[in-house]
């Protein structure tokens, strides 16, 4: 049996949801029509180790269209989506994953798809490339390269470098500007209200919404609940943002404040604590709690436990917490991801965009002979992926005349 897969029989429900995928991914399609002609992974053995989503599936069938022999696991345990994983199975897809591994079977199955010896590696944190650099060092000799989709990957990626033990290139995707800029702003700004209105169905307008971080992630939250109606409150550490947010026309001010006037709060900072104790007693009665920042670490449960003298599930993903005092407050998603655990992450759309960019590093990859270093997607795919999503969206845009090309490259001119 060449997959592994919860049930096979989810299958067709599966299927239905690529196929919403596909028709939401128009350039990453319009990359598969190329791939189908030009065949540029004729032979070419990719495993991967990302989120079996649906759009995940979408590039898998991308690249075996492109002639690539592809085998995939997840790259975290609870991530998997069990019918798009049996869909892909019974497409001919090598599949090791299924939703809720247990540690043991989740490097089991990262194994699995290092025995089909891959000569790309496709990877979501690095497990793939780490694996086979402490375990499996027989497989480096097959390995052309590999991709990485986050930051948490680059960053111990590049480690790896300084130290002298990347043994193969690997392309950064995150850094592309079709990704990081996009996917942050656009796809967790959207999916972080849609965990909070699944979870809750509160009306947004009206009230007081408290974002705290202002980076790529709080740029894109803020502005969705200020397009709904809520008086938005920003907090920050760092003084540009902080001023940036003052400038986008949000209130600034320390959490110490934000917490006795927020009605919704949201932590996308990166950091630890940044709601606690000390913020819990001041809030108001009723108070919704989210995070859809770093882990579960952004919202410090466990000070919440201790002020609370009773704690129940009251819908999914809402949790009732009853301070002593008589006050409730309410934590969603038991504080991890909202935009993940309550609603389905990145809308299609925007996972186009980084997947794209996946396909095309994996080309670019194949057709340049690099050093093992990690390295930024260079600047023409970015732009042909920019082009491409701007002509699936029906937008023209304009080209500079010879002369302003001219004007722009000369020192001369211009004073
Ligand atoms: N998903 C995830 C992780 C943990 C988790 C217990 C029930 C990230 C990026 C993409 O991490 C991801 N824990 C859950 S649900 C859940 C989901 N629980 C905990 O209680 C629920 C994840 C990338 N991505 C998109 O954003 C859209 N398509 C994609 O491929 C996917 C998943």
Known sequence: MDYDVKDIGLAEKGRLKIDWAADHMPVLMEIRERFKKEKPLDGVRVGFALHVTKETAVLVETLAEGGADVSITGCNPL???????????????????????????YYRNINRV????????????AD???????????LLGNIRGGCEETTTGVIRLKAMEKDGKLRYPVMDVNNA?????????????????DGILRA?????????FVVSGYGFCGKGVARRAWGMGANVIVTEVDPVKALEAVMDGYRVMPMDEACRLGEIFV??????????????REMKKGAIVANSGHFNVEINISELEELAKEKKTIRDNVEKYTLREGKTIYLLAEGRLVNLAAAEGHPSEVMDMSFANQAMAVKHLLENELEARVYPIPREIDEEIAGLKLRTLGVDVDELTGRQREYLGSWEEGT
């Open 79 to 105: 991530s998997t989506q069990d019918d798009v994983a049996a869909a892909l199975a019974d497409n001919g897809t090598k599949v090791y994953a299924w939703r809720s591994e247990t540690r043991e079977e």
């Open 114 to 125: 290092l025995d089909y010896k891959p000569n790309i590696t496709i990877d979501d944190g």
């Open 128 to 138: 793939l490339v780490f694996t086979i650099h402490k375990e499996r060092r027989e």
């Open 177 to 193: 500007m079709t990704k990081h800029f996009f996917d942050n702003r656009y796809g967790t700004g959207q999916s972080t209200i």
């Open 200 to 208: 809750t169905n509160v009306l947004i307008t009206g009230k007081n």
């Open 267 to 280: 932590t996308v900072t990166g950091d630890i604590n940044v709601l606690r104790g000390r913020h819990f």
